[in-house]
Every structure is written in structure tokens, then in C-alpha cells.
């Protein structure tokens, strides 16, 4: 993976930032040029909106097998989670046994490393989560 | 509008036995398959004019694209140069290859069109293919933080179970039952019986999802040969018709659907091609669903109109889905017992129903089959596709 891939998309990875409709008032992630709801009513009319990271989980797996760059991390959580402004987003939950995680949990935006060098050859940061009780 | 111009039907078939081929290449695999079809149908390459292709990755498992004009090669289609198309939609791919050629036959572009889906996958370590599987799903906001395929489908069980009560044993009743299917077929990877003991305790992929949840990776391909009704009739005494086909589609990321046990993509796919056919889902004997990972085939038996929502484990649970009970789903052994090489799987479904509605498929003959439903998605559903056979 090229290296630019990954820095454009470091203001949504770094800091959960997406899309705010100012027609509708939805809130997207990741960033979207165009509204789903309003699609071209919203053009000009949609701003960077900072997710607070809050949200609660709609379902987790615990995964055994995982990716090649996450084999050192196994066995590691995947969860579902609604945001708490609306639309959802699929992020790791850390800091916590795997017996803890629970559907209605809440959970909290935490900065990490995603992964070890995967075949783009570079170590990746970006969100993963942690319970809030 | 949601017509085809004229009547298109199946008049050959043919599939290499699915597997680890550590002996075979993509090209051996994809000629066995695609002289299998001719001979069945019982034309020489000569007659065929157009050929498509469906295959998910050969650029990842084999570093090689621009696979439709090697397939042409190798079967010897390109001393007329005709049109060789590849068509690529992850898992879907052999399912819209075959939408894509009852288009062209159905425009009267062209008259006998030969269709095939390969994959070769056995050339890559098994953390290599996850990796490569899970291309197929969303890899900037799902592959990048950690999600495999697996996993996608483990958060949709997770929920189903959840919200309706289905249960790990559900789960491991669509494995068991798709293994004794499979023990039937000579073709499948897996022709041998497996218990619920051994699918609800089998080690964790993703939990709550265990390896016998999951369809295996395979090498193999599978073949068709399709023309219009008028050359099927001249050339076959059992030409299968197909009587709707229909395409929908999803957001690539789960993350970007507010509903993640049922797939939007597969009830408009259904919907397309029920209304086309001029049947319903009570009408279906036979079906052939992508049952990817077990909670896949719950799902689709769902959402293709077949139980009501959240009944799909209950009914598994009751026998309601095996063969020659209320409909039976994936005679073939599905993607789980047959074997699953990503763009082989749609066409292998076809065919399946082309025997069963033929009445050839033997020991795992559903009775009086007459009408039956193929349907296949790539990821964890951005595309489905539908397809409805009948006898003639
Ligand atoms: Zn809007």
C-alpha cells in the first residue's frame, strides 16, 4: 500500500474526523463529498465534523485468525459500534479482557498503533476503543 | 422494463472436482471445466461466440490479470478473436458473469456464449489468503484495523443471535447438514459427514464463528455453455431456461449499513428476479445459497423470502432445509462442503441446478424439481446476484 494512501485519510484515522450535513444535520464516517440522505442538495453544504469518539457496541467478535500485520496481536476484539451522533464504525476494543466486551457496552475513542509493517511497509496509528465501566 | 428481450437457457455444464490442485494451474483447471460444458453440450469450440469470465483475484493469488484472454487462449477460442470478458465482483463474480452473458445472449448479440469461473488459491500460505479474501470487503476503514472476512460475518451472527435468538447450534445444523450434501457430490471438496460435536466445538476463526462455520479455500472452476431458447431447442433435448435473473447492491463497508443481519443487496436481487420469473420464494424447490460462512446461508434463506426474519436457524434446526424437506437449500453441499474458489463458486451453483432440474444428480436428487434459485454475493454483500432456472 503506498504510503499516500494512508496519509490522506490521517485526519479521519487520527482524529475520528467525518462529515456534517448542514441540510439534513446527519453526521458520516468516514468523509463523505456527498450526503446519502440529500445527495446533491447537499453539495457546498456539508463541513469537517469531529466525532467525540463515544459510542456503544452493537456487536464484537473475538478473532483467533487474524490478519497477517495482526498475527502478534491475536486473539484480538473487533467490535460493530454505533457513534453516538449517528452512523457507526468498525474499530478494535482494547485495555480489556475479551470476556469483558458486551453488546451495550460503552465504549471511548482511544489513539493507538493499528498494526505491525504490513506489506506497505510502514506502522500504522489511528483510533481503537476501550470500555467506559 | 425488468424483461429479457428473448428466452435464454443452459445447455451444458461441467466442473473440475474443487480442492487443493497442487498439480494443476488456473489454466488446467479452467480448460477441464470449459470442455466438460462443450462436451456436455455436445457443440465444438467453433460455435462459440463470446466468453465470459468471472474470477475475484487472480492479480493476488497469481499475480496474473487480463485472465478472460488467457482463458480463450487455452481453450482455443482465439482463432475467431471473439469477445472474452472478465468480470469481477469478489465472491459474486461467477454469479455475474453469468447475469452479464444472459444480457448479452438475451440483446441478440450474440447466440451461444460459453461462461466459466475460476479461482487458484492453493499457491498462497492460509494467513496470505485471508488477507487476500478480505480485499473483497472495505480495506481502508475494515482490512486496515484488523477486520478478516471471517470476522464481518462473526459480528452479523453475533447480532443475529442476539436479536433472534439464533444460537451456535443453529449454526453448526447448516455445517452438518451442508456435509451430508456434500458426502453426495463427486465433485465436492468434502464428501464425508461431520457431527454437531465436532462443528459447535471446532477451534475459534472468529469467535462465535469456528472453522467448520467457514467455507474452505479452494482450487477449481466451472463452466456453462448458454444460448438463446430457439438454438437450445435445435441443439438439446433439456434445455434449462432461465427464467429471472436480478442484481443488487450494498455499501462495500458493514460500517455504512444500519442493518447488518439481513442484505438489502440480496432481497432487491431476490425481488428483480422473482418479479421476471413470475414466482415467489413458495415456488422454489430447489436453492443453491452462498453459505460463505454458516450464518451467510441463515441469513440469505431470510432475506430470499424462504422463513420469516430470525427464523432461518429455527427452521435449519428443524430439518426444513435438507434435502427433500420444505425447500431444500445447497443439494450441492454449498460453499462449505462443495468448496468455495471465490469466482468458480456462482457458476458451480448454476450447474447444480442444472443437473437437479434435469433430474441427474442421483443419491442427492431433490424430487420433482422443477423450478430453483441460485444466489451468490461478493464480501459481505456490496453485490448479490439472483438467478431462477426452470425445466422447459
Ligand atoms: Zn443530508
Request: glycine share 10%.
Given at each position: ?14 482524529n ?17 463529498s456527498?450526503?446519502?440522505?440529500c ?13 467525540s ?9 473475538i478473532?483467533?485468525?487474524g ?10 476484539v ?10 457507526h ?7 480489556c ?36 465501566m | 422494463?425488468g ?7 443452459v ?30 453440450a ?17 492479480g ?31 465472491g ?8 452479464q452473458?444472459?444480457l ?86 468434502f ?62 463497508s458493514?460500517?455504512n ?7 438489502r ?6 425481488r ?41 436457524g ?43 432440474l ?35
Open positions: 500500500m503506498a504510503v499516500a494512501r494512508h496519509w490522506r485519510n490521517q485526519d479521519q484515522r487520527y475520528l474526523a467525518g462529515t456534517h450535513c448542514k441540510v439534513c444535520g446527519g453526521h458520516f464516517f468516514p468523509k463523505t456527498m450526503c446519502p440522505t445527495h446533491r442538495r447537499s453539495m457546498g453544504k456539508l463541513e469537517r465534523f469531529q466525532f469518539g463515544n459510542g456503544t457496541i452493537s456487536s464484537y467478535t478473532i483467533h485468525d490478519m497477517p500485520q495482526y498475527s502478534s496481536q491475536v486473539p484480538y473487533i467490535a460493530y459500534i454505533d457513534l453516538e451522533e449517528g452512523d464504525i468498525i474499530g478494535q476494543i482494547v485495555d479482557e475479551p470476556s469483558e466486551v458486551e453488546i451495550g457496552k460503552g465504549v471511548e475513542m482511544v489513539f493507538r498503533k493499528l498494526s505491525e509493517e504490513g506489506r506497505s511497509g510502514t506502522i500504522q496509528y489511528g483510533f481503537k476503543f476501550r470500555l467506559t | 422494463m424483461k429479457l428481450a428473448r428466452d435464454v437457457a445447455i451444458g455444464v461441467g466442473q473440475t472436482r474443487f480442492g487443493e490442485h497442487w498439480n494443476l494451474t488456473f489454466r488446467e483447471l479452467g480448460i477441464e471445466a470449459g470442455f466438460r460444458a462443450m462436451e456436455d455436445g457443440i465444438s469450440s467453433s460455435r462459440i461466440e463470446a466468453l465470459y469470465t468471472g474470477t475475484m483475484s487472480s493476488l493469488f497469481l499475480n496474473q490479470e487480463h485472465v478472460s484472454a488467457m482463458i480463450a487462449e487455452v481453450v482455443g477460442l482465439t482463432e475467431n478473436q471473439i469477445p472474452a470478458t472478465r468480470i469481477e465482483a469478489a459474486a463474480s461467477g454469479g455475474l458473469a453469468f447475469h452473458a444472459i448479452d445472449v438475451a440483446s441478440g448479440l450474440h447466440d451461444i456464449v460459453v461462461v466459466g469461473g475460476a479461482e487458484k488459491m492453493s499457491d498462497v500460505v492460509s494467513n496470505v489468503a485471508t488477507e487476500f479474501v478480505a480485499s473483497g470487503a472495505d480495506q481502508a476503514w475494515e482490512g486496515l484495523f484488523g477486520a478478516t472476512m471471517p470476522s464481518l460475518f462473526a459480528l452479523m451472527a453475533r447480532k443475529h443471535m442476539h436479536d433472534h435468538g439464533t444460537t451456535k447450534e443453529h449454526l453448526a445444523h447448516v455445517a452438518v447438514k451442508n456435509h451430508v450434501h456434500g458426502a453426495k457430490n463427486p465433485l465436492a471438496q464428501q464425508r459427514e461431520i457431527t454437531m460435536d465436532m462443528a459447535v466445538n471446532a477451534a475459534m476463526v472468529a469467535d462465535p464463528l469456528g472453522m467448520y462455520d467457514c467455507a474452505p479455500s479452494s482450487d477449481g472452476s466451472a463452466s456453462l455453455v448458454l444460448c438463446d431458447m430457439k438454438t437450445a431447442k435445435e441443439l438439446s433435448d433439456n434445455p434449462i431456461r432461465v427464467a429471472g435473473t436480478g442484481q443488487g447492491s450494498d455499501s462495500l458493514l460500517a449499513r444500519e442493518e447488518i443481519t439481513s442484505m443487496s440480496t432481497v432487491a436481487a431476490s428483480r428476479a422473482y418479479e421476471m420469473a413470475g414466482v415467489g420464494p413458495g415456488d422454489i424447490k430447489v436453492a443453491e445459497v452462498h453459505d460463505s460462512y454458516t450464518i451467510s446461508e441463515i441469513i440469505a434463506i431470510e432475506d430470499l423470502g424462504f422463513f420469516k426474519k430470525g427464523d432461518g429455527f427452521a435449519t434446526e428443524r430439518g426444513e432445509t435438507a434435502l427433500n424437506s420444505t425447500i431444500t437449500v445447497n443439494p450441492s453441499g454449498g460453499l462449505k462442503a462443495r468448496g468455495h474458489p471465490l469466482g468458480a463458486t456462482g457458476i458451480a451453483q448454476i450447474n447444480e441446478l442444472v443437473i437437479q434435469r433430474g441427474d444428480a442421483g443419491d442427492r436428487q431433490v424430487k420433482d424439481a422443477n423450478i430453483g434459485l441460485a444466489h451468490n454475493i461478493g464480501g459481505t454483500g456490496g453485490t448479490a446476484v439472483v438467478n431462477i432456472l426452470e425445466v422447459v
